[in-house]
């Protein structure tokens, strides 16, 4: 049985919308759209795994409000774990692109991976 890959994910709301990017062709499920996050690193939390993987990809600083969903999914790529968490960020500072901030309603109109679909609707 192959292990699973924990991975942290920054909802990050300002204001009614949410910051968004687009996975990369050299990037697995390229062409989606995705919110910041990434590998937890041995020894991390979740929580600092999402605030290091937002800053890194997208120049942001966040603060965690709240846990939103565990999934655990299946993909050709492997089996991984995923903790969706809330966040904030205080500054009127602008992402790094591709990330950019959406509208809450404008969410189900995207292209998102399988394993987002249940945290689309919930916000
Ligand atoms: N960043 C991000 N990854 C997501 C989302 N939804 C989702 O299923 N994933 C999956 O979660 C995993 C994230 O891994 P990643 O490859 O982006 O993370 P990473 O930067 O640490 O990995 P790398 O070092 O291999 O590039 C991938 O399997 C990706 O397909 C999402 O909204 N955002």
Redesign the pocket.
């Known amino acids: 049985m192959s292990s699973v ?1 924990r ?1 942290a ?1 920054a909802v990050v709301e300002r204001d009614g919308r949410y910051l968004v990017g687009l ?1 990369t062709k050299q ?3 390229a062409g989606k ?7 937890v690193e041995a020894n991390e939390t979740f929580e600092a795994a999402a605030i290091r ?1 937002c800053l890194e990809e997208t120049g942001l600083e966040i603060e965690i409000v709240s846990h939103l969903d565990s999934v655990e ?1 299946d ?1 050709d ?2 089996r ?1 774990a ?1 903790e969706f968490i809330l966040c904030r960020v205080g500054s009127q500072q602008e992402p790094r692109p591709p990330f950019r901030w959406v509208a809450g309603n404008e969410l189900p109109n995207l292209d ?5 679909q249940t945290v689309i609707q919930k916000l």
Do not use: S, V
């Open positions: 890959t991975i994910i996975r990037q697995t499920l759209a995705e919110f910041p996050g990434g590998k993987e999914w993909y790529h492997g991984i995923l998102w991976p399988d394993a987002n």
